[in-house]
Nanobody, 124 residues
Framework: QVQLVESGGGSVEAGGSLRLSCAVS????????MGWFRQAPGKAREGLAA???????SYADSVKGRFTIDFDNAKNTLYLQMNNLKPEDTAMYYC??????????????????WGQGTQVTVSS
């Protein structure tokens, strides 16, 4: 059974940084495809970043240069380092695993497993 558990969310002022973690269990960590998404109230789920075991990475234009996705295979943990945060980054953040298709930016419809989310709030 695949389980994804996010942590690291919180409240931060604009310009600050946060590092999100996603503990992954039950998923094949040799050939993987994982990503980070976010969803603000009343908005569609937005793909932010993805990586696979090639390794390849993909970023949405809205976060390119500010966010970095990384996977520690030894710890089975996916990370999202977020720098220079803006109020518009406020949302629930989700990690996802097992994509059926590689798109730029990542698309939620392509991912099979999801975590429960962690809230990020950025104040101005």
């Amino acid at each position: 059974q695949v389980q994804l558990v996010e942590s690291g969310g919180g409240s931060v002022e604009a310009g600050g940084s946060l590092r999100l973690s996603c503990a992954v269990s039950g998923y094949n960590s040799r050939q993987y495809c994982m990503g980070w998404f976010r969803q603000a109230p009343g908005k569609a789920r937005e793909g932010l970043a993805a990586l696979d075991s090639d390794p390849s990475t993909s970023y949405a234009d809205s976060v390119k240069g500010r966010f970095t996705i990384d996977f520690d295979n030894a710890k089975n943990t996916l990370y999202l380092q977020m720098n220079n945060l803006k109020p518009e980054d406020t949302a629930m953040y989700y990690c996802a695993a097992d994509c059926s298709r590689w798109r730029l930016p990542p698309n939620a419809a392509d991912f099979r497993y999801w975590g429960q989310g962690t809230q990020v709030t950025v104040s101005s």
